[in-house]
């Protein structure tokens, strides 16, 4: 490791290095034994994070379990040894590249998280991927109307402004409320905006900007006697809340599994209804673009990808299932609560996600009085090593939690936050 450590100094890469090489070398501990007094504690060791470093943000990108980053890099490690065994017998078994495999047993793993069949499921990047394959395959005519919010991600809305200048579809904004009172609030606001032009309606499962998760079983069945085709985007929800595809009663639904999961970054999905699936056209196109024996495999089939971070999402599910995926979501739950009802408390917070604790989980987004975002962040990095997410010069932070973090932790933030509010 000497001679290691001076080769790295003399090319000035010590200190970036050498941390990246000892966490390599740390073995994973045992999973907790579920019914563990200490299981949250003891499962914070499955995570390389940085013991000095708390993250509240992955509303952005997620943590990686070590689990992950291990499958990843091992399959790296195996490609780059043996890509040589590769026969190319292109029987949906070989993993060296991905892009033309059918993905079945990820496929599968994704199906039985949303409770849809596997052939619903189509593999994709992240959602803006997801949602774009919606925007370009679905046929619409110009003056056809496409509904969404105010407060939805460019990546939900970058696609259908494409549409609109391409194809003189019309895509409007239903005003929404920030903070939500309620859900019959949001349900009005939305349903309300409904036309007899309106044919799509694109909205956030759970809004990134201010955490809440809309009552989009009941605006999915009310669009569904309009005829309306509906999007819900879940960049936010997958990992975070259940998700339950059948239940909610959507035609698509677009996810990732770099922010709450944990998987490695550029993994995400898109699922159609079955009956709706084969009406929608691919955009990227390859040898089954319109093979339709398997819907989700046409969409899947997307040129040469990346195979390792394919194996990282697998162990990322893998580990989700391992834990319990309603144990996970209402931990979140319940460290968000813990930090809201803190914030409460102080008169200086304002916090912009909803009013009703029942719409919301692991995202809270609040300011104190006078402050920016900006500011606020600033102040969690040089207070505390806190790593919230500024949300713009109004809305201040958005907070979010995870399994990865503890009481101690939002206590610790909530501290910090009184003596920033003291002025
Ligand atoms: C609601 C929402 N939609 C879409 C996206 C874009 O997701 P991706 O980067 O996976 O395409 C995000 C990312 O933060 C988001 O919060």
């Not at 809305?157 to 939500?180: D, T």
Request: net charge positive.
């Amino acid at each position: 490791m000497t001679s290691r450590r001076n080769a790295l100094k003399s090319l000035g890469l010590a200190a970036l290095a050498l941390p990246a090489l000892s966490a390599q070398a740390e073995s994973t501990p045992a999973m907790p034994l579920a019914n563990d007094p200490q299981y949250w504690k003891k499962l914070r060791s499955q995570f390389m994070l940085a013991n000095d470093k708390v993250f509240f943000n992955p509303g952005t990108v997620g943590v990686m379990p070590k689990v992950v980053v291990d499958k990843m890099t091992e399959h790296a490690r195996y490609l780059a040894a043996h890509v040589a065994d590769w026969a190319y017998k292109d029987d949906n078994k070989e993993e060296f590249i991905s892009g033309y495999n059918n993905l079945m047993s990820i496929r599968t793993k994704v199906g039985k998280l949303i409770n849809s069949e596997v052939g619903e499921i189509a593999m994709t990047d992240n959602v803006t991927h997801g949602i774009s394959y919606l925007a370009n395959g679905i046929t619409l005519q110009a003056g056809d109307e496409v509904l969404t919010t105010n407060q939805e991600h460019p990546g939900g809305r970058g696609s259908w402004l494409v549409k609109e200048k391409r194809y003189g579809v019309v895509f409007k904004e239903a005003v929404i409320g920030k903070p939500i009172k309620n859900s019959e609030e949001v349900y009005q606001d939305i349903v309300k905006a409904f036309t007899s032009k309106t044919k799509v309606l694109i909205i956030s499962h759970m809004i990134s900007g201010s955490g809440a998760i809309l009552p989009i079983k009941e605006i999915c069945a009310e669009a569904a006697k309009r005829g309306i085709f509906t999007i819900l985007d879940g960049a936010q929800t997958i990992g975070q809340i259940k998700v339950d595809v059948k239940d909610i009663g959507c035609d698509a639904y677009a996810g990732c599994f770099h922010k709450w999961v944990g998987a490695p970054a550029g993994t995400g999905f898109m699922y159609v209804k079955q009956d709706k699936m084969k009406d929608i056209w691919t955009t990227v196109a390859s040898a089954r673009w319109d093979n339709h024996d398997d819907e989700g495999f046409r969409f899947t089939q997307r040129g040469t990808g990346n195979f390792p971070v394919l194996k990282g999402l697998e162990a990322a599910l893998d580990f989700l299932f391992e834990i319990g995926p309603d144990r996970v979501h209402d931990r979140i739950k319940f460290l968000g609560q813990r930090l809201r009802t803190g914030l409460r408390q102080n008169p200086k917070v304002k916090i912009f996600s909803p009013v009703d604790e029942a719409m919301c989980a692991g995202i809270t987004v609040y300011n104190i009085e006078g402050m920016t975002g900006a500011k606020l962040q600033d102040e969690f990095w040089n207070r505390g090593r806190m790593r919230p997410r500024a949300s713009g010069d109004v809305f201040g932070v958005r907070h979010c939690t995870h399994i990865f973090n503890s009481e101690a932790e939002i206590d610790k933030a909530l501290a910090i936050v009184r003596e920033l509010s003291k002025g």
